[in-house]
């Protein structure tokens, strides 16, 4: 099986008390492809500038993820600056350049729009309905937004999440759709509005996932450094996604593992800038983990 990912490639520059990076790959789609890829095969629709290096193409492709649908357009390519503090909690934004992104228009290649497994990345609501609107007859579609579509383009929103199986959000994001304070009601409404499972990321308090089963709590993996928080967000949505695809299946029990896969894979990409830790990982080590996440609520 394959998941169809449409996000954002791009280059970030980072900068924390300890170290800083220029232009190294980020982007939605660049952190949820290579997470994913460790259990599936990936297929990416997104737009790269002139700029964008050819050694993270054949990063991707080294890694077996299908790029037919990135487009080169003329200009640069989509750029983020942000800095951390000593907390490395929410960075604070220096720079945002769209470039070649400001004009994206996903066309879904032809032999893309059969695909039963869909992620449709933070970008405009519009255009994930755009996508929604080409692809035939998906199994499950997932989706992932942020504050600022939340505020400026709520109808639109509303809209995707009625044809969307699964949201993954953080609890910010969750508490400005709902327009409530708390989770669990938060949790409700926005089940209301379409998605069959809300899964909300809480980076370091763990995962909750909410269905009309229950609640489900994954927690995250104490790690004594972290370096780079960049696209942990994205690389939980590819891990769980592509362990949900690999499974090939709608069952509650895979998904409450897919919650796990995903922190887990998220917990390695932030030992390390970029996707420089997500580049050398090996599904060995992610099984390690996943049975080390395991006996974190073990009572035996």
Same mark, same amino acid.
């Given at each position: 099986m394959s998941v169809l990912v449409v996000g954002s490639l791009a280059l970030d520059s980072i900068e924390t008390p300890f170290k800083s990076v220029q232009d190294v790959l980020g982007g939605?789609?660049?952190?949820?492809?290579?997470?994913?890829?460790?259990?599936? #095969?990936?297929?990416?629709?997104?737009?790269? +500038?002139?700029?964008?290096? *050819? =050694?993270? /193409?054949?990063?991707?492709?080294?890694k077996g993820i299908e790029l037919e649908g990135v487009k080169r357009a003329p200009g640069k390519t989509f750029r983020w600056h942000g800095r951390y503090g000593y907390d490395l909690g929410d960075p604070a934004t220096l720079g945002t350049f769209l470039n070649v992104f400001e004009k994206f228009d996903p066309m879904i290649p032809e032999n893309y729009r059969e695909m039963e497994y869909v992620f449709l990345a933070n970008i405009d609501p519009q255009l994930q309905l755009n996508v929604l609107n080409q692809v035939k007859k998906p199994k499950l579609v997932a989706c992932d937004t942020m504050n600022y579509w939340i505020e400026n383009k709520p109808n639109e929103l509303k809209e995707v999440l009625r044809h969307v199986n699964i949201l993954i959000v953080n609890d910010?994001?969750?508490?400005?759709?709902?327009? %409530?304070?708390? /989770?669990?009601?938060?949790?409700?409404?926005?089940? *209301?509005?379409?998605?069959? !499972?809300? !899964?909300?990321?809480?980076? =370091?308090?763990?995962?909750?996932?909410?269905?009309?089963?229950?609640?489900?709590?994954?927690?995250?993996?104490?790690?004594? %450094? /972290?370096? *780079?928080?960049?696209?942990?967000? *994205?690389?939980?949505?590819? +891990?769980?996604m592509g362990y949900v695809t690999s499974? #090939?299946?709608?069952?509650?029990?895979?998904?409450?593992?897919?919650? !796990?896969?995903?922190s887990v894979v998220a917990s390695f990409t932030v030992e390390d800038f970029s996707v420089k830790r997500l580049a050398s990982l090996q599904i060995e080590e992610i099984s390690t983990r996943f049975q080390a996440f395991l006996k974190l609520s073990n009572l035996d």
């Open positions: 939605s789609a660049s952190y949820f492809s290579l997470a994913a890829s460790l259990f599936t #095969n990936v297929k990416v629709v997104a737009v790269v +500038g002139e700029d964008f290096p *050819d =050694e993270y /193409i054949e990063l991707f492709r080294s910010s994001e969750i508490r400005a759709l709902a327009k %409530e304070p708390r /989770i669990l009601r938060a949790a409700r409404t926005v089940l *209301d509005m379409g998605p069959e !499972i809300l !899964i909300v990321k809480r980076g =370091e308090y763990g995962a909750l996932m909410f269905s009309k089963e229950g609640i489900f709590w994954a927690p995250s993996y104490p790690l004594e %450094e /972290i370096v *780079d928080p960049t696209g942990a967000g *994205d690389t939980f949505a590819g +891990g769980f499974q #090939n299946t709608a069952d509650s029990v895979e998904f409450k593992k897919g919650v !796990i896969y995903g």
